[in-house]
């Protein structure tokens, strides 16, 4: 069965880093488009960056400069390296597999960004 399996987060003061990982099985991983969303209590769910087939990569206004998604595909996992974080990164991260009508979701990771 298909199955997305982050790791990484943790606890980190404002400043540091952190990389999440995304492992995955069961899909043909190289033709995924791989996301990485968070999620705070009570609101929408945001999508943080985004990654092509091709290695075409998007990131939210917020994240940009700091965070870079990145993929092996040798190893069928999306990473997310994370710099420079600030209080408002705190949040469950959820990894997304994407290819036309079809999509998985891993489990989410927390983040907490405090000092």
């Known amino acids: 069965q298909v199955q997305l399996v982050e790791s990484g987060g943790g606890l980190v003061q404002p400043g540091g880093s952190l990389r999440l990982s995304c492992a995955t099985s069961g899909i043909i991983f190289g033709i995924y488009t791989m996301e990485w969303y968070r999620q705070t209590p009570g609101k929408q769910r945001e999508l943080v960056a985004s990654?092509?087939?091709?290695?075409?990569?998007n990131y939210a206004d917020s994240v940009k400069g700091r965070f870079t998604i990145s993929r092996d595909n040798a190893k069928n996992t999306v990473y997310l390296q994370m710099n420079s974080l600030k209080p408002e990164d705190t949040a469950v991260y959820y990894c997304?597999?994407?290819?036309?009508?079809?999509?998985?979701w891993g489990q989410g990771t927390q983040v907490t960004v405090s000092s």
């Open positions: 997304k597999a994407l290819w036309l009508g079809t999509h998985y």
């Open positions: 990654i092509t087939s091709g290695g075409s990569t």
